[in-house]
């Protein structure tokens, strides 16, 4: 069994040195306090009814002792843990910085490239990545496990964290700070390539001018890249949400019991505000994806919802 | 109290007068302690059969049996009322109210009809809190805003009963004090009072000086979602961190408000079961003052990473550091104080012993959490849960069942059944273990806590947890009943069958309704086991 995810950053190798080292400490701890307690009710435990025992109210000697000697360890694993938390706080100069907005219940990832992910960061390995963060609505946290790295989102300010990543792979990201209905399902990846790889994932297949693209093609191609495909089916069977067959005209009962007819409106209003208007039968757990997805986009996905006949 | 005439009621066990309207209108301590220890053992399962629940569906990833609102809502309850509903009151209210005058050797409390006026600010408190539950929150019990503003269920409702539940615990603490200064039987000086007179007193304290400030904080909450004020909503121009601070402000004292009486039970327990003085009285006492103490200047270590700034962490770990240090010498004192000692393994001993070994290992893995580069990978996942439930289970909930099994001959005049109770502590101890030790390896390896469902990695250890639940449930059963079969069936008790020196073992089981026929005249400590010459 693992322990601890594998070591993916240069700061875990450090935070699991730290980890180790208080590991053993309280180890040690542990095994004499248990072996005394267990040793003593064994060996002293009462045999008669009337046995006599002495009249022991405590010593100074070993009171002295045993205050300094976990007071002096004590304060060696707080400063061992802060020496590292500096470390983890102090991003070097030439970090590359991405940033992060979390919303219920997704991660935005912007690039100074001017490209922008979803749910996916894209970092190159070996490179220092500074990563700046805030949130659209309630509190979020950014956690990677195999980096050992964490920090709150919080609204209304903005939080850092960096990292270097050591490893090509693909690596789990989660949401640690409760959000809501949707917070266990708040998940992304860091996707950790090599430098080249970077590069060329940086420079190729540019956003293509959003204009550029017929509207219902837009929405297709938004389907897989915003991650509706997730929840939503195109084929008529029923994922976490909805299918989008025949979505267009169709009669919709609502959780409060009314009924709508699917228009733009209502697409355009169920993308924005999802649990506006919740469709009976399914939980709120859809993100809203308000400053998510542009006008244009939004009617991409209309016009690309009505070809699903 | 005083105008009671005493020649009346002398010698009238406290439990003979029968009728509800008799028991609700006591101001005789015992009958208020009584009246607690039905109401938080209540909520204690309750609370419990919601975990239960919770367990159930963490059985496998993907959906059990609730989806994640009814997941989160099921969570919150369950910190919630185990939290403000049983350990908050808990020890200090139930076994606070019957011990206290009787150990310092008094006919009541300060305060009677004050103490009265606590337990019904208890129930007001409950009975809002269970009113919420008719759209319950999915908050968490820690509220954060801005999601305790923004969520859509009865937040209002909840925070409103936890206020009112905040004032019953302000007084039982200003009564507690002021009993503890004012009442003492003569002789009965500082240096000679039972430990667990100082825990209660340090835990007074807590009461006192730290509630005041969650019910501040709970009333601003609920002046933003009712009144759309922005103190903590940044989209209203408020500070999400703020409330944060806020909170554990309280909070923080809080897990000391809840553990510092169970450690008074440790001390009391373990003296007579290993028929030795404590080791160490004076540095266990102030130990108590000390955590109290410190535990005022530790709150912002639940905050590392909430985007404090860098230093205000350093500091905080480092007074987190400090706090440990008093902690760890009652541990050592305790397990001392078994040396050459004649060792009676009965149930509230196995209690006590299990809080030694179990509240160790809650102790020592918050020197992780406290350690701040550690505490970034571990903060927020099951790392943080087990810690907290080592705590809270192993440490005051062991304390509780101690308490329970050792003053219940006192309390009810009837002895239980000692065999089962034993078979109940082994169900209790091994399924605790089983429930929470894996919960710290889901955490290093970082599954976050609060989740609804997981990634399949960390199926087989939630699969081991919630079995370790169903045996732990099965244990707080067989508990449960051997004790109401005590009360019916149970041999009737002797006035001191573990052979206690402590005050209230002195008089009949169950004590006369004015406790003392006179008041006693104390002259030596409670710890004077053992033989002097030798
Ligand atoms: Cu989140
Ligand atoms: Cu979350």
New interface residues.
Partial sequence: ?????EVASNLAS??DA??WF??V??LV??II??F??VY??IR???RQEN?????????HV??TI??II??FL??V??A???????D??TPPQDSLEITVTGKQWLWLFAYNTGKTTLNELYVPEGRPIKLVMKSD???H?F?V??F?????L????Y?DLWFTPTKAGTY?L????????????M?GKVIVMSPQEYEKWEKGEEEKAVSSLPPAELGKKLYTERGCNACHSIDGSTLVGPTWKGLYGHDVDLQDGTKVTVNENYIRESILEP?AQLVKGY???MPSFKGVLSDDEISGIIAYIKTLK | MANHTIAETISIPYLEERGLLSWLTSTDHKRISIMYLLSISTFFILAGISALLFRLELLTPGKTIVDPHTYNVLFTFHGAVMVFLFIVPGLAASFGNFLIPLMIGARDVAFPRLNLGSYYLYVIGAIIVLVSLSKPADTGWTFYTPYSIKSGTDVILLTLGIFVLGFSSILTGLNFIVTIHKLRAPGMTWHRLPLFIWASYATAILQLLATPVIGITLLLLVAERAFGIGFFDPAKGGDPVLFQHFFWFYSHPAVYIMIIPAMGVISEVIPVFARKPIFGYKAIAYSSLAIALISFLVWAHHMFVSGMSDMAATIFSFLTFLVAIPTAIKVFNWTATLYKGSIDLKSPMLYALSFIFLFTIGGLTGVFLGALAVDVHLHDTYFVVAHMHYVMIGGTVMGFLAALHFWYPKMTGKMFNEKVAKIAWAFVFIGFNVTFFPQFILGTQGMPRRYADYPPQFHSLNELSTIGSWILGIGMFVMAINLIRGLFNGEKAPQNPYNSLSLEWQVPSPPPHENFEEIPNVTDWTYGYGKKSA
């Fill in positions: 069994m693992n322990w601890v995810p450090k935070v730290v980890l208080i590991t400490v309280s701890f542990f306090i248990s005394v307690l003593f009710a002293y435990r009462r046995e006599e025992t002495p009249y022991i109210t405590g010593s070993l009171e045993w205050t976990p007071s004590l304060i694993i707080f061992y843990g802060f020496v590292v938390y500096k983890m706080r609505d309630v509190l946290s956690y496990p195999a050992r790295v964490k920090q709150d919080v609204g209304g300010m939080t789990e989660f949401c640690a700070e409760y959000c809501g209905t949707g917070h266990s399902a998940l649990q939980t709120p757990t």
